[in-house]
């Protein structure tokens, strides 16, 4: 038994799955069909160019097609695989968890999602440690050139406070001449 695709608007009836002329008007149904599966047709192209390494177009069409199709699971697996893959671990875990939500318990997807989304937290929690430690070494360095100078200040200070010194007493044995 053939599983039912969608209903025709023009005379009700079921028109089944792999035909897009309806059996008993014979209307051709193909752009609706196309309208009511756009969602999908983006997810496809979105796949294909995910599998050729254009990220961002992926992205893009992956985008459009959750645009069309909020809940549509598979669309939202995939771009939380793609925001991975651009590093852009924030958005992974945003999407991954919402994936989770969409999925059923227990279900493979779900499992998915949340791998992604713990991946997602340790990657943020590691690239927040690398600037952390940037700024550490960026700091330190600033204090070391901060101390260096101090000490050639401090010593052209004394040099400077000698100089003026010995003029106020070379000034002073010109005066009692």
């Not at 608007?9 to 008993?24: A, F």
């Not at 929690?125 to 700024?135: D, F």
């Not at 200040?153 to 005066?175: D, K, P």
Request: proline share 3%.
């Amino acid at each position: 038994m053939s599983e039912i695709l969608l209903t025709c608007p023009y005379c009700g009836g079921s028109v089944p799955q792999g035909t897009t002329i309806c059996p008993d008007c014979h209307e051709n149904l193909a752009a609706l069909i196309h309208l009511k599966y756009k969602h999908a047709i983006y997810y496809n192209e979105a796949l294909a160019l995910a599998r050729e390494g254009n990220l961002e177009g992926a992205q893009e069409r992956l985008l459009v097609a959750l645009s069309l199709k909020d809940d549509f699971l598979p669309g939202h697996i995939l771009l939380a695989k793609v925001y991975a893959h651009q590093g852009r671990w924030d958005k992974a875990q945003a999407t991954a968890l919402r994936a989770a939500e969409l999925a059923p318990k227990g279900s493979q997807e779900q499992k998915l999602a949340r791998e992604i989304a713990k991946t997602a937290q340790k990657e943020e929690a590691l690239r927040r440690a690398q600037e952390e430690a940037a700024a550490r070494a960026r700091r330190a360095q600033a204090e070391r050139y901060l101390a260096s100078h101090q000490k050639e200040v401090a010593s052209a200070f004394g040099i400077g406070m000698g100089l003026a010194a010995f003029l106020s007493w070379l000034i002073s044995r010109f005066r009692r001449d």
